[in-house]
Nanobody, 117 residues
Framework: QVQLVESGGGLVQAGGSLRLSCAAS????????MGWYRQAPGKQRELVAI???????NYADPVKGRFTISRDNAQNTVNLQMNSLKPEDTAVYYC???????????WGQGTQVTVSS
């Protein structure tokens, strides 16, 4: 079992920045990938950014150039730096870990990000 706990969400004006963090209860060294997803009201959950165990990253087109995902194996955390935020970034952001070593995929409880215009 793996627990993921997100933090760092909140309310920010358009153009502002937020940094999300996800702390894992297990060593993320053994995780295949970690990622951030988001779900806006009335919409499906969508991938925002993902990072592999080798450090390679992939971003959804709407956030490319504005968001940066990083992982800290020593701290067992994955972070999402969000700059130049837009109202359409408003959503609940979820941390995800693909960890077959620990039995499967895991999700955090989500953290709300609200961007006002």
């Amino acid at each position: 079992q793996v627990q993921l706990v997100e933090s760092g969400g909140g309310l920010v004006q358009a153009g502002g920045s937020l940094r999300l963090s996800c702390a894992a209860s297990r060593s993320i060294f053994n995780f295949n990938t970690m990622g951030w997803y988001r779900q806006a009201p009335g919409k499906q959950r969508e991938l925002v950014a993902i990072i592999g165990s080798d450090g390679r990253t992939n971003y959804a087109d709407p956030v490319k150039g504005r968001f940066t995902i990083s992982r800290d194996n020593a701290q067992n955390t994955v972070n999402l730096q969000m700059n130049s935020l837009k109202p359409e970034d408003t959503a609940v952001y979820y941390c995800n870990a693909n960890a077959p070593f620990y039995g499967g995929a895991y999700w955090g409880q989500g953290t709300q990000v609200t961007v006002s215009s």
